[in-house]
C-alpha cells in the first residue's frame, strides 16, 4: 500500500462537546447576554400570539371569567353575514391597490431614475407622502373628497366640465376612493426601495441594449425589470399582506359605509373587540384575526414555492 493509499488521520482529534467545554468556550456568557432579549422578545411577542390563541377558543370580554367554547367563536364568526361581506370588500381593495399601486411606485421610480437634475430633490417629494401622519393624512383627504359642489376636488373637475362626485359617500365610488389615498400615502417608501435597487443595475445593460438600437420600453422590458425581479416579487407579496390588513382608511374615512361598502377584515375584527364599553367578544375578534393570520401564512408560503425558481433565474 503505498503512501496515496493509506487512509489520513486528522492531526487534530475530535473534542467531545460537554457542558463543561461547552461553559468554557463561553457558551454561559452568550446566554447570559441573550437572555434579557430572549425575556423581552418573548414577553411581547410570543406571548401574545400564544394569548391570542387561547383567546379564540373562549368567550371573553376581558371582563368577567372565560369559558371555553372550543370551536364556537370560529362557527359564530363564519356564520356573520358581514364576514363575506368583510372578505369581499378586502379583496376588492386588494385588487384596486395591486392594480393602481403596484405600477406606480416602479414607474415613478423608473422615471425619476433618467432625471439628470434635481433627482435629490424629487425623491423627496415623492417620500414626503409618507412623512405625513397616516391619520392627518386621511383627515386632509377626507376633506378633499367632500362631495359639494364646493369640495376640492369636485371644484377640480368642475373646471373640466365634470359634475360633482359624491367619492366616498357613494357605495361604488367609496372603495376606489380609499385605495387612490392609499397609494399616495405608502407609494414613496416603494419608490425609494426601487431607486436604490436601480442603482444596482449595471450601465453596461443598457449600453449593449441601446447599441442593439433598443427603444426605451425594451430596455425597461428586456433590462430594467429581469434586474429587478426579485425586489418585485418580495414587494408583491408585503403589498398584497399589507391590503389584507387594511383598516385606517375604512376606519376614519367611512366607518365601514355607506352599507357597509368598505368593512374590511380588520375593520370587522375591530367591530368584535370593541362594539360596545361593556368590552366586545374578544373570543371572536381573536378567532377571526387567527383564521386572517393562518391565511396569510399559507398564501405566503405557496406564493415562495411558486415564485422560488423564477425568482432565481
Same mark, same amino acid.
Given at each position: 500500500?503505498?503512501a496515496?493509499?493509506?487512509?489520513?488521520?486528522?492531526?487534530?482529534?475530535?473534542?467531545?462537546?460537554?457542558?463543561?467545554?461547552? @461553559?468554557? +468556550?463561553?457558551?454561559?456568557?452568550?446566554?447570559?447576554f441573550?437572555?434579557?432579549?430572549l425575556?423581552?422578545?418573548?414577553?411581547?411577542?410570543?406571548?401574545? @400570539?400564544?394569548?391570542?390563541?387561547?383567546?379564540?377558543?373562549?368567550?371573553?370580554?376581558?371582563?368577567?371569567?372565560?369559558?371555553?367554547?372550543?370551536?364556537?367563536?370560529?362557527?359564530?364568526?363564519?356564520?356573520?353575514p358581514?364576514?363575506?361581506?368583510?372578505?369581499?370588500?378586502?379583496?376588492?381593495?386588494?385588487?384596486?391597490?395591486?392594480?393602481?399601486?403596484?405600477?406606480v411606485?416602479?414607474?415613478?421610480?423608473?422615471?425619476?431614475?433618467?432625471?439628470?437634475?434635481?433627482? /435629490?430633490?424629487?425623491?423627496?417629494?415623492?417620500?414626503?407622502?409618507?412623512?405625513?401622519? *397616516?391619520?392627518?393624512?386621511?383627515?386632509?383627504?377626507?376633506?378633499?373628497?367632500?362631495?359639494?359642489?364646493? /369640495?376640492?376636488?369636485?371644484?377640480?373637475?368642475?373646471w373640466? +366640465?365634470? *359634475?360633482?362626485?359624491?367619492?366616498?359617500?357613494?357605495?361604488?365610488?367609496?372603495? *376606489?376612493?380609499?385605495?387612490?389615498?392609499?397609494?399616495?400615502?405608502?407609494?414613496?417608501?416603494?419608490?425609494?426601495?426601487?431607486?436604490?435597487?436601480?442603482?444596482?443595475?449595471?450601465?453596461?445593460?443598457?449600453?449593449?441594449?441601446?447599441?442593439?438600437?433598443?427603444?426605451?420600453?425594451?430596455?425597461?422590458?428586456?433590462?430594467?425589470?429581469?434586474?429587478?425581479?426579485?425586489?418585485?416579487?418580495?414587494?408583491?407579496?408585503?403589498?398584497?399582506i399589507?391590503?389584507?390588513q387594511?383598516?385606517?382608511?375604512?376606519?376614519?374615512?367611512?366607518? +365601514?359605509?355607506?352599507?357597509?361598502?368598505?368593512?374590511? @377584515?380588520?375593520?370587522?375584527?375591530?367591530?368584535?373587540?370593541?362594539?360596545?364599553?361593556?368590552?366586545?367578544?374578544?373570543?371572536?375578534?381573536?378567532?377571526?384575526?387567527?383564521?386572517?393570520?393562518?391565511?396569510?401564512?399559507?398564501?405566503?408560503?405557496?406564493?415562495?414555492?411558486?415564485?422560488?425558481?423564477?425568482?432565481?433565474?
Amino acid at each position: 500500500m503505498t503512501a496515496i493509499d493509506r487512509p489520513r488521520t486528522s492531526s487534530r482529534r475530535l473534542v467531545r462537546r460537554s457542558p463543561a467545554t461547552w @461553559i468554557r +468556550g463561553g457558551g454561559l456568557s452568550t446566554l447570559v447576554f441573550l437572555l434579557p432579549m430572549l425575556l423581552i422578545f418573548g414577553l411581547f411577542s410570543w406571548y401574545p @400570539i400564544v394569548r391570542a390563541i387561547i383567546m379564540s377558543f373562549q368567550h371573553t370580554n376581558l371582563v368577567s371569567a372565560p369559558t371555553w367554547v372550543g370551536w364556537d367563536n370560529f362557527v359564530q364568526v363564519v356564520n356573520d353575514p358581514l364576514f363575506w361581506t368583510a372578505i369581499g370588500n378586502t379583496a376588492w381593495f386588494a385588487l384596486l391597490a395591486l392594480i393602481l399601486g403596484y405600477p406606480v411606485p416602479l414607474i415613478a421610480a423608473v422615471l425619476m431614475s433618467e432625471v439628470r437634475r434635481a433627482k /435629490g430633490l424629487y425623491s423627496a417629494l415623492a417620500y414626503l407622502p409618507v412623512v405625513v401622519p *397616516p391619520v392627518v393624512a386621511v383627515l386632509l383627504w377626507k376633506f378633499f373628497y367632500d362631495a359639494s359642489p364646493t /369640495g376640492v376636488f369636485n371644484t377640480i373637475l368642475g373646471w373640466v +366640465g365634470i *359634475p360633482p362626485q359624491p367619492w366616498i359617500q357613494d357605495a361604488t365610488q367609496a372603495m *376606489p376612493s380609499l385605495v387612490v389615498e392609499a397609494t399616495w400615502a405608502a407609494a414613496g417608501g416603494t419608490i425609494i426601495i426601487y431607486l436604490a435597487a436601480l442603482t444596482g443595475v449595471a450601465p453596461e445593460l443598457y449600453d449593449a441594449a441601446e447599441v442593439d438600437g433598443a427603444s426605451i420600453w425594451n430596455k425597461i422590458w428586456h433590462v430594467t425589470l429581469p434586474q429587478l425581479r426579485g425586489i418585485l416579487l418580495i414587494t408583491l407579496i408585503l403589498q398584497i399582506i399589507g391590503t389584507a390588513q387594511v383598516f385606517l382608511e375604512p376606519f376614519l374615512f367611512t366607518g +365601514g359605509g355607506p352599507v357597509n361598502a368598505t368593512v374590511t @377584515i380588520l375593520l370587522l375584527i375591530y367591530r368584535y373587540a370593541f362594539q360596545n364599553s361593556l368590552g366586545g367578544d374578544y373570543g371572536a375578534a381573536t378567532a377571526l384575526s387567527l383564521m386572517l393570520a393562518v391565511f396569510l401564512a399559507v398564501l405566503s408560503l405557496v406564493y415562495f414555492r411558486l415564485t422560488k425558481s423564477w425568482s432565481q433565474n
